[in-house]
């Protein structure tokens, strides 16, 4: 009924930038919150950051200062803007969302979609 789809990960210095996004498809009808996780080998899931629809944030403490989310309502889409990129950041980054959707009646649930791969080399 739901389909989250990410794009923008690859191969990167460490140093460097990638903006990844997130849309997200099928009868919707609102979505509250959306956000970034990540998920290193060997550790658990984590989360990178989040926003609310009205566009309070919130950041995991490793990347406080140096990602940045954001989201426009309108295509259903959130962003990542990572910068300064380090080894340490290279993880599988998956996009969420809180989605309330039509299906059979409306129902409210959380969604992941499949995970972009980011990888920072030295």
């Known amino acids: 009924q739901v389909q989250l789809v990410e794009s923008g990960g690859g191969l990167v210095q460490a140093g460097g930038s990638l903006r990844l996004s997130c849309a997200a498809s099928?009868?919707?009808?609102?979505?509250?919150?959306m956000g970034w996780y990540r998920h290193a080998p060997g550790n658990q899931r984590v989360l990178v950051a989040d926003?609310?629809?009205?566009?309070?944030?919130n950041y995991g403490d490793s990347v406080k200062g140096r990602f940045t989310i954001s989201r426009d309502n309108a295509k259903n889409t959130v962003y990542l803007q990572m910068n300064s990129l380090k080894v340490e950041d290279t993880a599988v980054y998956y996009c969420?969302?809180?989605?309330?959707?039509?299906?059979?009646?409306?129902?409210?649930?959380?969604?992941w979609g499949p995970g972009t791969q980011v990888t920072v080399s030295s």
């Open positions: 926003i609310t629809s009205a566009g309070t944030t």
């Open positions: 969420a969302a809180d989605v309330l959707y039509f299906s059979d009646g409306f129902e409210r649930n959380k969604y």
């Open positions: 099928g009868r919707i009808v609102s979505i509250n919150a």
